[in-house]
């Protein structure tokens, strides 16, 4: 645990791969004086496809790895994450938790007819949480909910933009008429590495909504209501870390890409 004023210590964020580089971008854009530890459990990935009880015990190292950093807030920049953990950690953690839930809500206040299409993993749709929001909406009728397997390894092996994630998509959607949706949500931090190519799916008149500004927006409230935001002047630094060092490199080059 570092000795420096808990505003000035980092926040860690932790997502199996890739995908949550897409919640680092909008956080250090909406908090550009913080610093951020991100840490990608490639070791573990995908999450998506495993049980809650599995994935809750294969988080804790990357947990205490970002405790040991003296982080003063943890963002789970993943859907699954979230899922699996979100409330366990809350309880066992003495820092703020954050964590991403599919933004379904927005969707179906902003789109009252059509069908809307939540993409997420298996694991998060399974869930108690998501089914609980599922419930509350379940009645406008039209939405349909789509896990995506295979898709975050195509993303994480640097597929995004690349013609294999078109066929993928096309595959994926085969069952649904294009011109029948009229909003997709993704439920998953990897697939806004993809949000060009299904948006292109579907055609241009598609909307699409993702949690990442909601997250953060989240984070600075709680960071605030804490006395923990660092304030202008200093920070903005951002470090990287992988459970497979291997891939520590490529990770740091997919967020230079990000921008
Ligand atoms: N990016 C994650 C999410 O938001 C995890 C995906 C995975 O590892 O399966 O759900």
Same mark, same amino acid.
């Given at each position: 645990? !570092? ?16 995908? $949550?580089?897409?919640?680092l /971008?909008?956080a250090?854009?909406?908090l550009p %004086?913080?610093?951020?530890? =991100?840490?990608?459990d490639f070791?573990?990935s995908p999450?998506g ?5 599995e994935?809750?015990? &294969?988080? #804790? #190292?990357? *947990?205490?790895?970002?405790l040991?950093?003296?982080i003063?807030?943890l963002?789970?920049?993943?859907n699954t ?17 954050l +964590? ?14 059509g069908?809307?299409?939540? &993409?997420?993993?298996?694991?998060t749709?399974r869930?108690?949480? %998501?089914?609980?929001?599922?419930e !509350? @909406? ?5 939405i349909?909910? /789509?896990?995506?397997?295979g898709?975050?390894?195509?993303i #994480?092996?640097?597929?995004? +933009?690349t013609?294999?994630?078109?066929? =993928? &998509?096309?595959?994926? %959607? ?6 029948? *949706? ?5 439920g998953?931090?990897? =697939?806004? %590495?993809?949000?060009?190519?299904i948006?292109?799916?579907? $055609? ?6 993702d $949690? ?21 002047g ?6 990287f870390?992988?459970? #497979?060092?291997? /891939?520590?490199? @490529?990770?740091?080059?997919? =967020?230079? &890409?990000l921008f």
């Amino acid at each position: 645990m !570092s000795n420096r004023e808990p505003a000035r210590a980092p926040i860690g964020m932790l997502d199996s791969g890739l995908g $949550g580089l897409t919640v680092l /971008k909008t956080a250090v854009r909406l908090l550009p %004086f913080e610093d951020f530890n =991100y840490l990608a459990d490639f070791k573990h990935s995908p999450f998506g496809g495993r049980s809650k009880t599995e994935l809750l015990g &294969l988080l #804790d #190292d990357a *947990v205490e790895k970002l405790l040991a950093q003296g982080i003063k807030a943890l963002v789970l920049a993943s859907n699954t994450a979230t899922s699996a953990a979100a409330e366990v950690l809350r309880a066992r953690l003495p820092i703020p938790v954050l +964590g991403l839930e599919p933004a379904l809500k927005p969707a179906v206040l902003a789109v009252p007819e059509g069908v809307i299409l939540v &993409l997420a993993t298996e694991l998060t749709l399974r869930e108690e949480k %998501f089914n609980r929001l599922y419930e !509350s @909406f379940r009645a406008r009728g039209g939405i349909v909910l /789509k896990s995506c397997p295979g898709l975050v390894e195509l993303i #994480d092996s640097g597929q995004a +933009g690349t013609p294999a994630i078109d066929a =993928y &998509l096309r595959s994926l %959607f085969a069952d649904l008429e294009p011109s029948a *949706v009229r909003a997709v949500v993704l439920g998953c931090t990897h =697939y806004v %590495f993809v949000r060009e190519a299904i948006m292109r799916h579907f $055609g241009p008149e598609v909307l699409c909504w993702d $949690g990442n500004e909601g997250v953060v927006r989240q984070l600075t409230r709680v960071l605030e209501e804490n006395n923990l935001l660092a304030g202008a002047g200093r920070g903005g630094e951002i470090r990287f870390f992988s459970s #497979d060092p291997g /891939k520590l490199q @490529f990770l740091e080059k997919q =967020y230079g &890409l990000l921008f």
